[in-house]
């Protein structure tokens, strides 16, 4: 019988760009249901797109991460993340490509064994939105 959860942990190094490398380590250890248990670390640049908006703001520098959340799958990801730069001004969004890491991020990533997340349309919103299904469980 499989466990219910499990955690794992990585770390980014320089340069890394942080979504490219969450997507890509779901698709390695096939994650189908992950969510992201905390992150801290460093940006040199972010890409992010702000509440309503279809574009990206995007700035280099150097911005702590304050906060990643979301969920993580095979079948589709969508995060969020808050930076702070070097007055602690704060701002966050929709996590895009090409946010690379400054010094380190530390990521923590928990997954269900017995859930399936998935990104589909459904007729609330234009968007394709977070569907959870229950894994079928086979009885040898």
């Known amino acids: ?83 702070a730069d070097s007055t602690g001004k704060t701002i966050g969004g929709h996590l895009l490509d090409n946010c690379k890491i400054y010094t380190t991020a530390e990521i923590v990533i928990g997954e269900s064994k017995e859930l399936i997340f998935k990104r589909e349309k459904d007729g609330t919103t234009p968007w394709e939105e977070l569907q959870v299904k229950k894994r079928e469980v086979n009885i040898q």
């Open 1 to 83: 019988m499989n466990e219910p959860n499990k955690i794992h942990v990585i770390r980014l190094k320089p340069g890394e760009d942080l979504k490219a490398s969450l997507i890509n380590f779901a698709k390695q250890n096939n994650i189908e249901a992950g969510w992201i248990v905390t992150c801290v670390g460093s940006l040199t640049n972010y890409s992010i797109r702000f509440a309503n908006k279809q574009d990206a703001a995007t700035d280099s520098g150097h911005f702590e991460i304050v906060s990643l959340v979301g969920t993580l799958s095979v079948n589709g990801t969508h995060l969020h993340i808050s930076i």
